[in-house]
């Protein structure tokens, strides 16, 4: 089980295809919005939505 208030972070696919992440994350239900990440050194970044 998760530790209440923890965050999560929801992969939508690489930030080439949106416009703007955060807005896409409000868009598609999570109030938190969201970010643009490399999730490895080099490597594209990827459009991360925050989850609870």
């Known amino acids: 089980m998760g ?3 923890e965050e999560k972070l929801i992969p939508q696919g690489p930030c080439s295809q949106f416009k703007d992440c955060n807005q ?3 868009d ?3 109030p ?3 970010f643009c990440k490399e ?3 080099g490597q594209t ?3 991360l939505c925050k989850s609870t």
């Open 3 to 5: 530790v209440a208030g």
């Open 24 to 26: 896409h994350c409000l």
């Open 28 to 30: 598609n239900k999570f």
């Open 32 to 34: 938190l919005g969201g």
């Open 39 to 41: 999730l490895s050194p």
């Open 45 to 47: 970044s990827f459009c």
